[in-house]
T-cell receptor, first 117, second 113 residues
Framework: GAVVSQHPSWVICKSGTSVKIECRSL??????MFWYRQFPKQSLMLMAT?????????EQGVEKDKFLINHASLTLSTLTVTSAHPEDSSFYIC?????????????FGPGTRLTVL | QQPVQSPQAVILREGEDAVINCSSS?????VHWYRQKHGEAPVFLMI?????EQKGHDKISASFNEKKQQSSLYLTASQLSYSGTYFC??????????????FGRGTQLTVWP
């Protein structure tokens, strides 16, 4: 299968600071990447769909100005949590779709645990 | 658009069977099944693309009833390694949603020796 990495694995930051999370597809090109957040013992909630070279599409209720997504290349998407607050603490997971190789299958990164103090 | 999974939790002895159901109120294009261990990312199990399709590998299989807008995951002769939380992800219309998946709340499966 294809491999997706995320960096960092975990981050602790102070309230009011911004945090950038990187998602990379290591051995395939991903025209579409997805960002999810997951609270403890809860489901994966889709935040946004990231397409290379275009603006991200956000799900209803997700603040686009707070969660900035950039899909600069076919192997890299970044999520920046701006002016983070404790309620933003969560597990953030990205996934990438290798549509031409593994139709419809999404490969998930290992996730980034964000803790905002 | 979040699908409904049932049951919420299952406790099994090694070697027993389990069924996890996933149903949607909207028409489905495909159903994806994942297993997640605590603190780890979800791991892909299988995808079902066509109504009536059934798939399996090892002792885990799944079916997709397009008309009923539901899918079931079957785990037979469960092993300790099957423990984890199982999620179904539903794709409602690939043309318009570009493969976006909406996940159920998960079914926590615990297998005891």
């Amino acid at each position: 299968g294809a491999v997706v990495s995320q960096h960092p694995s975990w981050v602790i930051c102070k309230s009011g600071t911004s945090v950038k999370i990187e998602c990379r597809s290591l051995d395939f090109q991903a025209t579409t990447m997805f960002w999810y957040r997951q609270f403890p013992k809860q489901s994966l909630m889709l935040m946004a769909t990231s397409n290379e070279g275009s603006k991200a599409t956000y799900e209803q209720g997700v603040e686009k100005d707070k969660f900035l997504i950039n899909h600069a290349s076919l192997t890299l998407s970044t999520l920046t949590v701006t002016s983070a607050h404790p309620e933003d603490s969560s597990f953030y997971i990205c996934s990438a779709e290798a549509g031409t190789i593994f139709f419809g299958e999404q490969f998930f990164g290992p996730g980034t645990r964000l803790t905002v103090l | 658009q979040q699908p409904v999974q049932s049951p919420q939790a299952v406790i099994l002895r090694e070697g027993e069977d389990a069924v996890i159901n996933c149903s949607s109120s909207k028409a489905l294009y495909s159903v994806h099944w994942y297993r997640q261990k605590h603190g780890e990312a979800p791991v892909f199990l299988m995808i079902l693309l066509k109504g009536g399709e059934q798939k399996g590998h090892d002792k885990i299989s799944a079916s997709f009833n397009e008309k009923k807008q539901q899918s079931s995951l079957y785990l037979t002769a469960s092993q300790l390694s099957y423990s984890g939380t199982y999620f179904c992800g539903t794709d409602h219309d690939r043309g318009s949603t570009l493969g976006k998946l909406y996940f159920g709340r998960g079914t926590q499966l615990t297998v005891w020796p």
